[in-house]
């Protein structure tokens, strides 16, 4: 059974700093790409950042480029969302979500989100 657990989220002020972990479990990991999605009240579930693989390519919505930082540790089967310089705008549900490469399939698990509220 796959899970993917969240964890890291809470409140922080303006300017602030989280980092957010992903832990895998039940899938080979390094054959997924790791992604960051973010859903806020009323929008719609957004890509935040995506890692394909470690040392490979990344890729990050424009809002948080220089700012958050996306890696992951295939020996941990985890991946980690750096978050620098917060914004209120920031603020959201995370989700953690796998999705396999190099396959026919469209093969995507998804975690149980954590939450991120940036507020003074």
């Known amino acids: 059974q796959v899970q993917l657990v969240e964890s890291g989220g809470g409140l922080v002020q303006p300017g602030g700093s989280l980092r957010l972990s992903c832990a895998a479990s039940?899938?080979?990991?390094?054959?997924?790409?790791m992604n960051w999605y973010r859903q806020a009240p009323g929008k719609e579930r957004e890509l935040v950042a995506g890692?394909?693989?470690?040392?490979?390519?990344?890729n990050y919505v424009d809002s948080v480029k220089g700012r958050f930082t996306i890696s992951r540790d295939n020996a941990k089967s985890t991946v980690y969302l750096q978050m620098n310089s917060l914004k209120p705008e920031d603020t959201a549900v995370y989700y953690c979500n796998a999705e396999l490469l190099d396959s026919d399939y469209d093969v995507r698990y998804w975690g149980q989100g954590t939450q991120v509220t940036v507020s003074s």
């Open positions: 890692n394909r693989s470690a040392g490979g390519s990344t």
């Open positions: 039940g899938l080979t990991f390094k054959r997924y790409a």
